[in-house]
Every structure is written in structure tokens, then in C-alpha cells.
């Protein structure tokens, strides 16, 4: 059984720091996509960031150079450096991970986690 399991998160005043990380577990295919979502009330789900098991990454335009995406392929694991954070930046933040084979893709994602950033 699939389990990706997200820690990290919280609330922090504008223009500081949250890392979050999420571990890939339970699949016997090899992970090629890994990505940060993030949704606001009321609004939708958006990509943050993603890097691919080859260390490509893209940023969305409201985080460049404040948020960086890294990954453990070892561990399975993405990581999400925020720095610079802002009250738009509020939202949960979803992990989302493709484990992937030769005639197999399938995408999963995580709980979820509250980030929040008061001004």
C-alpha cells in the first residue's frame, strides 16, 4: 500500500522560513515525478514546484527564488524549502508523487499540510 507522508508546516510571520517533506513509501516502481501543490480556500490547486528523478525543476512564478524543491531518491523523500514567505503564500500544501514503469504510471498525494503566514 501506497503511503506518501508529509511533516513540516505551520504558521510563521511574513518573510520567514518552513521546510516540509514528504516521504514516498509502499510501491515497488521507481518514482520519476515528485511536486508541491498548494490550494487556498476557496481557490484551486496549484503547482509549486516539481522535479523529476533526473533533478529537473520548475518553479511557479510566484515562488522563484524564494522556494526551493530538492529530493532524496534514496529515501524516496522531496523537500520544500520556503524562505521569504508571505501571507499569499498561506495554503495547504499537498506532496504529489508518480511512481512509474514500463507499462505503469500511477500518481498519488499526500494529506496535506497547513501552512500559514501572518502578516
Known amino acids: 500500500q501506497v503511503q506518501l507522508v508529509e511533516s513540516g508546516g505551520g504558521l510563521v510571520q511574513a518573510g520567514g522560513s518552513l521546510g516540509l517533506s514528504c516521504a514516498a513509501s509502499?510501491?515497488?516502481?521507481?518514482?520519476?515525478?515528485m511536486g508541491w501543490y498548494r490550494q487556498a480556500p476557496g481557490k484551486q490547486r496549484d503547482l509549486v514546484a516539481s522535479?523529476?528523478?533526473?533533478?529537473?525543476?520548475n518553479y511557479a512564478d510566484s515562488v522563484k527564488g524564494r522556494f526551493t524543491i530538492s529530493r532524496d531518491n534514496a529515501k524516496n523523500t522531496v523537500y520544500l524549502q520556503m524562505n521569504s514567505l508571505k501571507p499569499e503564500d498561506t495554503a495547504v500544501y499537498y506532496c504529489?508523487?508518480?511512481?512509474?514503469?514500463?507499462?505503469?504510471?500511477?500518481?498519488?498525494w499526500g494529506q496535506g499540510t497547513q501552512v500559514t503566514v501572518s502578516s
Open positions: 522535479i523529476t528523478s533526473g533533478g529537473n525543476t
Open positions: 509502499g510501491s515497488r516502481f521507481s518514482i520519476n515525478f
Open positions: 504529489n508523487v508518480e511512481f512509474s514503469g514500463v507499462y505503469y504510471r500511477k500518481t498519488y
